[in-house]
């Protein structure tokens, strides 16, 4: 049964690509929002059926078949789902099919035959992705692994006729290949030391060893696994992907960059925490790396003017906190901040899809506002989403954001505790701006007709819709979110306030049911006659539970307190500066105008990627293995063939004479030299 | 007695004299003919050395090959006819047009 969890949306693929063009668009869209549906009523099926069974014991196996079998080494297809599997499957068709749903009405615009390709997309992209959290072992992991970032490709360069997009798509996928390389690498060294590529046996074999002191091989494989995780989850230094997929359409942003592929990385920690709870060091850059991340992308993130551009950054921030909680142990925690971040950043990207939507293509902030009035359901569900990822006590991220900022607290990395508030900081302050930038303030999009806000380029204006409003008039008013859109942003804010709820800690008298639940996951698999190794920092209190002193509590509250402080107060400088003093932020950006401009170019990382790698690379190419390799020596050598033919042929003909006695005289010097060899002989 | 490499001699400078008629002369007849001096002179070698090994296969040999000259002389001479009716010239060297 499990099977059919990811087998169900790679049927509707199936059909929407061959048959795609021919079925009306209600018939594509419904089919592939249906699958997604089935496929999350058997996930919360065999979630139920999970439930039912002691915690200890929750672990459900279905072995497919026998995929390599080469000598002793042998990898075979099974699915497991345990309470992490449970979690994510959970996630992924859930969010997914609300955003299938939403696509139905936000791709309305397009040809037949282009929607039942997009579609076709979405629907492989999800049963890719139910492939990568449902596998047992590392290579079925990493085929799910490859094929999102396949999906990631098609999807970013949907329309690939915009050489941007087309260029997105490219980037995309080839430094996530750069991660790949590293992930496949981390596997070998794995194979090499355990023979096993099974989730559960290497966490057996690993937990009958210490933690490894120092930086030694079992350190490098893990290392490697995360360099590849960084590529996925863009990460420093791989995470220059990202705010270029924004070419993508947003729904394709809301589901791939938001929710659930870039949480790939994080998932695949949280799967091996026994893992890598037995490699302190790399646990230590994970974190570090998570914590800088978080805090680059925020101050990125703070001056972007691209609607879209702010909530990527803002992702790429969110996802350097899951790390630096799987790096400082708290996985549990990384795994609950991944649950309710997909909630509030999918509704955040469909939102600001609804904005651009009503405005016909307009993505940069500088020129909304004032559409409170006009979109109300948009404006209601984008300001509880705000709230959410800003960490406002009550709703959703607040109780995971602080529970992971606590634990790394507790586990003594108060620096990177330090790193982490001033990112949440940031947060709230990047996400207030945009808020009040979008929605308040004055109407400044009253431009032009449409047609010259599309050529408008110097607004830095993308036409993410392709060209489809060319049709529409200039609207008095902007109109609200469609039914379906309106549907899917009210069921998601009604998530990202209640998704919370699952884990509030026991400071304030909640029993982190999401964390009990995790908690067997990251521990060792339970082996005959041993007692079970929980991996270091379990997920939040729920190890602690008897051991909840008063001072921890006290501590948490105190924390609690620091962060809500930071999300109210950075909210109000974000409303300070945004609502009443709008030239207050054009003076600071002109008193600290180089930072200014390091901030808005991203701190040049692209460049200086651009003319370190990818110029020498091309560079090497051309002049070394093409003009000298391939134009020299291959063609050379064949050509070169060719003229020393034509060359010796040229000296050798002229022994035809034509002169008969010199053909007589040769004949006979002939004989005379055979003869006379022989002869001597 | 004669001694067998007189013989041996004589024939070998009967062929050498054949090689330079012809390489050297400007007569198709004539190469011909020089073509019949070296035939003659092989001839005279194989019955050298039939007399000396005391059996007549040397003698035998002479036949065929005395046929075989006959034959060739015949089928040359015609070859002879056919280029001098196309050129009027018995000289070799107006023979050249085949070449690079």
Redesign the interface.
Known sequence: MLALIPLLPFAGFLINATMGRRLPKSVSGGLASLVMLLSFAVSAMSVWQLAAMAPDQRLITQALYQWIASGDFTIDVTLLVDPLSAVMILVITGIGSLIHIYSTAYMHDETDSEFARYFSYLNLFASFMLVLVLGSSFPVLFVGWEGVGLCSYLLIGFWFKKKSAADAGKKAFVVNRIGDYAFLLGMFGLFAMFGTLEFRGVAEKVAGLPPEAGFGLLSIATLLLFVGATGKSAQIPLFVWLPDAMEGPTPVSALIHAATMVTAGVYMIGRNAVLFSHTPETMQIVAVIGAATALMAGTIGLVQNDIKRVLAYSTVSQLGLMFLAMGVGAFGAGIFHLFTHAFFKALLFLGSGAVIHALHGEQDVRNMGGLKKYLPVTYWTFVIGSLALAGVPGLAGFFSKDELLFETFKDGHQILWFVGAFASLLTAIYMGRLVFLTFHGSRRHDAPAPVSAHASAAHGAHDAHGGGHGGHGHDAHPHDAPPAMAFVLIVLAIGSVLAGYLGVPHGLGGHNELGAWLAPSFAAPITAGAAPVVAEGPAGEAGAEGAEGAEETSLELTLMGVSSALAIGGILIAGFIWISRRALAASIAARFAPIYTLLLHKYFVDEVYDASIVRPLETVSREGLWRTVDVGLIDGAVNGVGSIVDGSSTVL??L??????TY??SI?AGVVLVLGYYLWR | MIPLSHYLIVSMLLFAIG?AG??LRKNLITILLSVEIMLNAVNLSFVAFGRFAGTVDGQIITFFVMTVAAAEAAVGLALVIALFRTRESLN??A??????
Do not use: E, H, I, M
């Open positions: 003909r002229r035809q004479t034509g002169s008969v006695r007589a005289g006979f | 090689s012809v390489f070799p060297d023979f050249t047009s085949l070449k690079w």
